[in-house]
């Protein structure tokens, strides 16, 4: 079935650099635009990247731009998000999930998540 | 940047049904059909339950449905269940390359 596993979180010192993957299956990776969102604890759920299907489009929820880069490799099935400079408000859930084919939503199915903790 | 509203909380008895709203702007919920509702039990991802305004995932339940009227969009759980209980969030289109999510409802089944 449709599914996408995040990996790569962990504890980070502000300033420092992470980087998430998102591993696809069930479905046509390369026929997607891909999502990130990410929820803060005990927060709601943040929009914060986006990447089309091969990869020429990417845009950015503002608090990140500059910051978070994210791609992916259709060949390996697996999105990316770079995350550099990171900062203590980073801290959260950071999931991925499939676009939709209009305005890439829905977002559906969507990863267990993976932590990404920014502390000194 | 577009911002949706909803109430922080809502809850009914089961059996009953519940509305839960998330209201924008003529540019945002009244302007766009790419509007989605999504659930989240407590330590778990968010799961589609409504897209497109008002279109049911196979798998969810005809229990749950979505309309809109005006800047509002509304999800409605009738026949409420135990296993309803959890938080929901509106999420759309916002235009101009940035997609938005609602700050979410806890839904109390009592």
């Known amino acids: 079935q449709l599914q996408v596993v995040e990996s790569g979180g962990g504890v980070v010192q502000p300033g420092g650099s992470l980087r998430l993957s998102c591993a696809a299956s069930?479905?046509?990776?390369?026929?997607?635009?891909m999502h990130w969102v990410r929820q803060a604890p005990g927060k709601g759920l943040e929009w914060v990247a986006l990447?089309?299907?091969?990869?020429?489009?990417?845009y950015s929820t503002d608090s990140v731009k500059g910051r978070f880069t994210v791609s992916r490799d259709n060949s390996r099935k697996t999105l990316y998000l770079q995350m550099n400079s990171l900062r203590t408000e980073d801290t959260a859930v950071y999931y991925c999930?499939?676009?939709?084919?209009?305005?890439?939503?829905?977002?559906?199915?969507w990863g267990q998540g993976t932590l990404v903790t920014v502390s000194s | 940047q577009s911002a949706l509203t909803q109430p922080p909380s809502a809850s009914g008895s089961p059996g009953q049904s519940v509305v839960i709203s998330c209201t924008g702007t003529?540019?945002?919920?009244?302007?766009?059909?790419?509007f989605s509702w999504y659930q989240q039990h407590p330590g778990k991802a968010p799961q589609l339950m409504i897209y497109?305004?008002?279109k049911r995932p196979s798998g969810v339940p005809d229990r749950f449905s979505g309309s809109r009227s005006g800047n509002t969009a509304s999800l409605t759980v009738s026949g409420l269940q135990a296993e309803d209980e959890a938080d929901y969030y509106c999420?759309?289109?916002?235009?101009?390359?940035?997609?938005?999510f609602g700050g979410g409802t806890k839904l109390t089944v009592l």
């Open positions: 999930a499939k676009a939709g084919g209009v305005r890439f939503l829905p977002f559906d199915p």
């Open positions: 069930g479905f046509t990776f390369k026929d997607y635009g």
């Open positions: 990447i089309s299907q091969d990869g020429t489009n990417q």
């Open positions: 003529s540019s945002d919920v009244g302007a766009y059909d790419y």
């Open positions: 497109e305004v008002t």
């Open positions: 999420s759309l289109y916002a235009g101009n390359n940035n997609w938005v």
